[in-house]
């Protein structure tokens, strides 16, 4: 059953093959057995999950089903879930039941999802290992001694080892496409406010976008359908109608224009990644693609231009946390400054607070400008050096990270080095594009991931793109050992 | 040396929205705690604010109302302090781009002067909510209704000189936005408030002496009292050698005292930034028209209105037009007495006001509305009662007896004019009478005014009151000759 | 960027995080890292330009002021360390 992908097993449960109830059972089995190892789940939730797969059945029995009824699957921990423990991978949110569901929860469930669990990840996803979580680092199925990436690397980890078919991740500086390509696997972020940021625990309003981590295009395109519109709670969501992404998965890529960066290639590029690059739009000008060298004049800014305004955002995000209504509380305050000072550094853990301090940094008196506002300028220049792009070209490839899955504990003490792997996706948050990012190949035996950006919306030409990579290669079957 | 006060002041008016600023919550004042308080109220994880529309219309409607420029594009900014009452840990508020900008009023002061006082800027943000400090022992309890209640902030150039001249600016402004509909103006539950900004400095030197911020002043007589006591101590520090610390002062009515809460040093670094959950404000000028017509008529142009078109003093007008209902419940009632407006004038600040007071009710929830008024004091002009009879008549009105006609009917008050009627009434109490008609005449003329009461008195008092006593003085004079 | 021990005690206190003294340094060179990281940003001129603060530049959509909120207070105290009597609870505050 594990093999088979979404559009699979929906046609596998409308034929009465097995019920949601059996496919849910194995599942959670099989969670179980591997999650030991690999860490990926912070809670499994057996019995709400069996509770919706038979509500799922009847469903199916009755002919309502849409094409999730019944499919289950793991939500990044960054999701509240009514009911359930939402941690966000913090001690903070240890003990927090959220009170209500986030739109997208909501959503999937009356999809007539199953939830098996809720996915380990880098405490409030700052991180690009999933090492930074209070629960302990998760593991790469490909190789347990290293990272799966971050921060969705419990919800990456658990779709490669075919824990869970699909998964949800939240990506703010890649945290969907990074830990999608360590892992092997498909992730896409689609254009900001697509998909409701609403019960999505913040790290970085401004760049933060929920989407699906799968096994191929065409279940993002299926699970997009179900995940992406207008929020009324979401100021920020976009109010454009939404269409359906498998519709246009089959076209042609017939006259394709592909812009490939300058600024991607050659410099800090793993050579084996580039070549497995290179060989990947090979691929797409095989199925009738053009190529065309691009100019991303300030690429390398992005990163510091990300990292001032992720952090400043993190830093009045993560105020709310202070003991008083929810979360952790210190033992016998002795008045409200303790309450504060010892809630919140009981609560976060390191690297968040690294980053909150440096969020509060940038934007304290004196230093607003230099950094802050500096920051809000370089984001214009980085958008429209995309917008002039993407007027010559219908989508930009790339590299997704810079290199192959890392070991574990190796960038730890590191933040910078872990910060400057996020070169090719945070670029994209900035400009707020959808990316996507598939696997097309391996290096040192290690999965590699290639990045399409595309222009806002255009999210079906992306899965479209995706599709017919993937129709045309196999790398997204490839299974990490002990996991097939 | 002689000193010169200058004062600026902020005003926070909670806008009278039904729900809050950036959640479907409800506003209503009074509700058990935290049963107003919803998610987003709460700052809980994950949650998100979305603008309500009514608060930025009202915001437009003040901005209108004081000739101020409305921006086009305003920002919502977060301003970032820890504070238990507030939930997220910032304050949702704008910061470099507020929704209204440079505007200015006329206040008048008892004097009859004039003066214009400049409006720096209004911006809308959401209230805190409220510590309560009493009944839970070594904690403080938090009670979250009141987060997120829309309030605009009014920031005024420091142009006022006296404590005279800022209660004549909070009058105004407070008699603007309640004709504005757009706050309930009431200070004792907050809706409300004023903080203080207070310096001296040698009259004649130009620039400014350092300021305190007073804070905890939710009564025009406090505000009066604590800007006199500051103005006072600080002329006080710098006459004895000493400096005046900026500073922020709460006002203590029960000692008449200002007192430190905070100094500069201790200020916070409140790190303002774009809220990036929220997006711009755009404004377009039609928009702004819209509104500008819809504009109620204001309390100046109201009262300048009622004494050219009423013919009233200019004292009436202003205390009839200091409230809109008041103003629009005058209006009516006029309208229903076939234009009379001076007596309705009298009865809607007399009679009406002191029952009213009695209860301690608003005028909108009068007992007797202004058409029963209206029509009563009909009754008065055409002579079919007597003022003293409408007394009776309106505190009829006033226990639900019905409209004036039909109380005048019921109860049989209708004025007796016939002039036969009033002559044998006069007669019979001459006759009745003889020593007081004797004392009466051979009286001094000047004393003859005060004796003729007498005779007034038994007959209305042999009437019930209803003979006409304008009738009845005549009749008298002319018999008793 | 070179930050000292008092920046960083500032910054904390007013991100209300208590450090302890031995963390101190730690924070002290990573965020002196960051920082240096960060000012590579001086490389672009940004005179003119102007700032953006949202990636897709549209205007805020306006909710109709309308209740549709309902007490829920019961069930969001579940989860509240301390409460009373409907209060959430703090230490003292003394103002």
Redesign the interface.
């Known amino acids: 059953m594990h093999k088979k992908t979404i559009k699979e097993l929906s046609s596998a449960l409308q034929n009465k093959e097995f019920s949601s109830e059996e496919l849910v059972s194995f599942y959670l089995h099989r969670c179980e057995l591997h999650n030991a190892d690999l860490n990926c789940f912070i809670s499994l939730m057996p019995e709400t999950a069996i509770k919706q797969a038979k509500s799922a059945d009847k469903k199916i029995q009755n002919g309502n089903a849409t094409p999730l009824t019944g499919i289950p699957l793991a939500h990044k921990d960054i999701f509240c879930t009514n009911g359930t423990k939402t941690t966000c991978g913090s001690k903070m949110l240890d003990n927090f039941i959220a009170p209500y569901d986030a739109t997208v929860v909501t959503r999937l469930n009356k999809a007539g999802m199953v939830t098996l669990g809720k996915t380990n990840m880098d405490e409030f996803a700052m991180g690009s290992t999933s090492e930074t979580s209070f629960y302990g680092a998760v593991k790469n199925p490909w190789d347990i001694d290293r990272v799966p990436g971050g921060s969705s690397g419990g919800s990456a980890a658990a779709v490669a080892a075919k824990l869970a078919p699909v998964a949800t991740g939240t990506d703010t500086g890649g945290s969907i496409r990074q830990p999608a390509s360590l892992c092997g696997i498909t992730g896409l972020k689609p254009t900001y406010g697509r998909v409701s940021r609403y019960g999505m625990i913040a790290y970085a309003s401004s760049l933060d976008q929920g989407g699906p981590i799968t096994q191929t295009a065409e279940d993002a395109a299926i699970m997009l359908n179900a995940m992406a519109g207008f929020d009324e709670r979401d100021s920020t969501s976009a109010e454009k109608a939404v269409e359906d992404y498998t519709k246009n998965l089959n076209e042609s890529l017939d006259g394709l224009t592909i812009g490939l960066p300058k600024q991607y290639f050659g410099g800090q590029l793993d050579a084996s990644i580039e070549s497995v690059i290179q060989a990947g739009v090979k691929e797409l000008e095989n199925l009738g693609a053009h190529v065309k060298e691009i100019e991303l004049p300030n690429s390398e800014l992005s990163i510091p231009a990300y990292y001032v305004i992720a952090l400043a955002e993190c830093s009045s995000n993560l105020a709310r946390f202070d003991g008083v209504r929810f979360g952790h509380r210190c033992d016998d305050p002795k008045d409200l400054t303790d309450l504060y000072l010892r809630s919140r550094a009981e609560g976060f853990g390191k690297e968040v607070k690294r980053r909150i301090i440096t969020g509060t940094y940038v934007l304290s008196a004196g230093y607003y400008d230099a950094y802050y506002l500096k920051a809000q300028k370089l984001r214009r220049l980085i958008r429209d050096d995309f917008r002039k792009a993407l007027e010559d070209v219908d989508v930009i490839i790339g590299p997704t990270a810079p290199q192959v899955a890392f070991k574990l504990n190796e960038f730890i003490d590191d933040p910078i080095s872990m910060y400057l792997s996020d070169i090719y996706t945070v670029s994209v948050n900035l400009a707020g594009l959808p990316a996507i990012s598939v696997p097309a190949g391996f290096a040192n035996e290690l999965p590699v991931g290639m990045q399409i950006i595309g222009n806002y919306f255009a999210e079906s030409r992306l899965l479209n793109i995706a599709h017919r990579f993937q129709q045309a290669t196999d790398w997204h079957q490839r299974s990490p050992e002990g996991f097939e | 040396m002689e000193w010169e006060t200058v004062i600026g002041l902020e005003i926070h008016a909670q806008l009278a929205?039904?729900?809050k600023i950036f959640?479907?919550?409800?506003t209503t004042y009074g509700a058990?705690?935290?049963?107003?308080?919803?998610?987003v109220d709460?700052?809980?994880?994950?949650?998100?604010?979305?603008?309500?529309?009514?608060?930025?219309e009202m915001a437009i409607k003040f901005g209108t109302a004081v000739n101020a420029h409305i921006a086009d594009?305003s920002?919502f900014a977060?301003k970032?302090y820890?504070y238990?009452d507030l939930?997220?840990?910032?304050q949702i508020s704008q910061f470099e781009l507020p929704i209204v900008g440079h505007g200015e009023i006329e206040i008048q002061l008892t004097d009859g002067s004039k003066k214009i006082i400049g409006i720096t800027r209004a911006h809308l943000e959401e209230d805190a909510g409220k510590?309560?400090?009493d009944?839970?022992f070594?904690?403080?309890?938090?009670?979250?209704n009141r987060a997120g209640t829309p309030l605009i902030e009014i920031v005024s150039e420091p142009d006022m000189r006296s404590s005279e001249e800022a209660i004549a600016y909070l009058k105004k402004i407070h008699s603007i936005v309640r004709y504005l509909k757009i706050c309930d103006g009431n200070m004792q539950e907050g809706s409300f408030r004023c903080d203080a900004n207070v310096s001296v400095r040698p009259k004649g030197q130009d620039e400014l002496g350092t300021r305190t911020e007073l804070k905890n002043l939710n009564s025009f007589k406090y505000i009066e009292q604590a800007i006199e006591f500051e103005i006072e101590r600080q002329i006080e520090v710098i006459e004895s050698g000493g400096k005046v610390v900026q500073e922020t002062r709460?006002y203590d009515p029960n000692k008449n005292e200002t007192r430190t809460?905070r100094s500069k040093e201790e200020a916070?670094?409140y790190?303002?930034?774009?809220d990036?959950?929220?997006?711009?404000?755009?404004i377009d000028q039609e928009t702004i028209e819209a509104i500008r017509k819809e504009l109620p008529e204001l309390p100046e142009a109201k009262r300048d209105r009622f004494i050219k078109e009423f013919g009233l003093s200019e004292y009436d007008s202003d205390v009839l037009t200091s409230n809109r209902d008041q103003a629009e419940y005058f209006e009516s009632v006029v309208n229903a007495a076939n234009g009379e407006a001076k007596l309705s004038a009298n009865w809607v600040m007399g009679e009406l006001s002191a029952v009213l007071n009695k209860s301690n009710i608003d005028i909108t929830q009068s007992p007797v509305s202004a058409e029963m008024l209206g029509g009563m004091i009909k009754r008065i002009k055409d002579n079919t009662i007597s003022g003293n009879i409408a007394k009776q008549v309106f505190e009829a009105m006033c226990n639900g007896e019905g409209s004036a006609d039909e109380i005048i009917d019921n109860q049989g008050l209708k004025q007796v004019t016939d002039p036969g009627a009033i002559e044998k009434l006069v007669d019979d109490v001459i006759d009745a009478n003889p020593d007081q008609v004797k004392q009466y005449q051979q009286a001094p003329a000047e004393k003859q005014g005060k004796l003729i009461g007498f005779f007034v008195g038994q007959i209305m008092k042999k009437s019930q009151g209803k003979a006409n006593p304008q009738q009845v003085n005549e009749l008298l004079q002319e018999k008793l000759k | 960027m070179s930050l000292n021990k008092s920046d960083i005690d500032k910054i904390a206190w007013l991100a209300r995080l208590s450090i302890s003294e031995e963390d101190t340094p730690n924070y002290l060179h990573d965020v002196s890292n960051i920082l240096d990281l960060v000012e590579t940003m001086n490389t672009v001129d940004t005179e003119n330009i102007e700032p953006l603060a949202h990636p897709l530049e549209i205007t805020a959509r306006l909710r109709e002021d309308k209740v549709t909120e309902t007490d829920q207070r019961e069930h969001f105290q579940k989860i509240a360390p301390a409460v009373d009597n409907g209060h959430y609870l703090v230490p003292k505050v003394i103002e």
């Open positions: 929205t039904k729900s959640s479907g919550a409800s058990e705690a935290n049963t107003q308080a919803c998610a709460l700052g809980l994880p994950g949650v998100l604010p979305v603008i309500n529309q009514q608060a930025i594009k920002v977060r970032n820890f238990p939930p997220k840990g910032y510590s309560v400090h009944g839970f070594d904690n403080t309890g938090v009670d979250l709460l809460m916070n670094d790190r303002y930034f774009p990036p959950d929220l997006l711009p404000v755009c």
